[in-house]
C-alpha cells in the first residue's frame, strides 16, 4: 500500500526521495559556491543542480538534458563562475568535469543540426542521445573531443523528410521525431550486420593501439604485436574465425 505524505498529500516515490535526500546533503557545498554571487546567479545555480540531481537518479542519464541545462547554467552566471562550478560543484552531483563538457558538447551539436528548439525537447525525451551524437575522435581548436553525428544518424536523416518549420505544431514536430529516432535505430541495426562496420572497427583498433603505446611506451607496444602476430598466426593455421576460441598463450 502506498503512504502518502501528510504535508502535501502527494504520494512520495523511492527515487523521488533518494533525489531529495541527495540535494539535501549538497545544499551546503551550493552555499559555499553561491558566495560571493548575485542573487539571480545564486538562482540560476541552484535550479541547475536541483535538475541536474534528479535527472542523474534515473536509471538511464540523458546526456543530452543535462548537457543543455549546462549550456543555459554557463550563459546565465558567465564564463568564470561557470568554471569554478563544474570544477568544484558538478563532481559532487557524480559528474566528473570532462564528462560534464563531453555532454555540452553532445547538446550544442544536436542545437546545430536541429535548431528548432521544440524538435530538440522532443528528442531529450525520447532519448538520451546515445546512437545519435558521438566523439569523433578528433580535437577541436580548443582541445576537446570534436563531437559529430553517428553514421546511423545521418543515415536517417536522409531517408526523412525536411526537418519541420518553426511554424509546424508541436504534434506535427513529435511525429518527425519518433520516425527520426526509428530510422536511427533501424540504420544502427543494419550497420551491425557483419563486415558493415569493418572500416570503423580497424580505425577503433588502431586507435587504442596509438592510446596503448603512448601510455606503455614503445616497448611494452612491440610486446603486444608480437603476442598479437602469434595469434593471428595460430587462427590462420587452424582456419578458425575471429569469433572463435580465443587464442590461449
Known amino acids: 500500500m502506498c503512504t502518502t505524505n501528510s504535508d502535501s498529500g502527494k504520494h512520495s516515490s523511492q527515487p523521488e526521495r533518494m533525489a531529495e535526500q541527495s540535494i539535501l546533503f549538497l545544499l551546503p557545498s551550493v552555499a559555499d559556491f553561491c558566495q560571493g554571487l548575485s542573487p539571480d546567479n545564486c538562482q540560476a545555480v541552484t535550479e ?8 542523474r537518479k534515473k536509471m538511464v542519464v540523458n546526456m543530452l538534458a543535462i548537457g543543455d541545462d549546462l549550456i543555459k547554467l554557463r550563459e546565465a552566471i558567465g564564463s568564470e ?4 562550478f563544474m570544477t568544484d ?14 555532454w555540452m558538447g553532445f547538446a550544442d551539436q544536436l542545437a546545430q ?7 530538440r525537447r522532443h528528442l531529450m525525451m525520447l532519448t538520451d542521445g546515445r546512437g545519435i ?3 569523433s575522435g578528433k580535437e577541436n ?17 536522409k531517408t526523412l523528410p525536411p526537418l519541420p518549420a518553426a511554424s509546424q505544431t508541436a504534434q506535427e514536430s513529435e511525429q518527425w521525431v519518433r520516425q527520426f529516432v ?17 572500416d570503423h572497427d580497424q580505425r577503433m583498433i588502431i586507435r587504442k593501439f596509438n592510446r596503448f603505446a603512448r601510455h606503455y611506451g614503445p616497448s611494452a607496444a612491440e610486446d ?10 595460430y587462427i590462420v593455421e587452424n582456419c578458425e574465425s575471429p569469433r572463435g576460441r580465443l587464442y590461449q598463450s
Not at 603486444?224 to 598466426?233: A, T
Open 48 to 55: 541547475a543542480v536541483d535538475v541536474i540531481a534528479r535527472l
Open 133 to 135: 551524437v558521438s566523439n
Open 141 to 157: 581548436k580548443n582541445g576537446c573531443a570534436k563531437v559529430v553525428l553517428t553514421r546511423a544518424a545521418e543515415a536517417a536523416l
Open 113 to 119: 543540426v536541429f535548431p528548432d528548439p521544440t524538435v
Open 224 to 233: 603486444l604485436c608480437g603476442q598479437l602476430d602469434k595469434m593471428l598466426n
Open 182 to 198: 526509428h530510422a536511427t535505430a533501424r540504420a544502427r541495426a543494419l550497420d551491425r550486420t557483419p563486415g558493415r562496420s569493418f
Open 81 to 84: 563562475h561557470f568554471s569554478r
Open 89 to 102: 560543484l558538478l563532481p559532487t552531483l557524480g559528474i566528473s568535469r570532462s564528462t560534464g563538457y563531453r
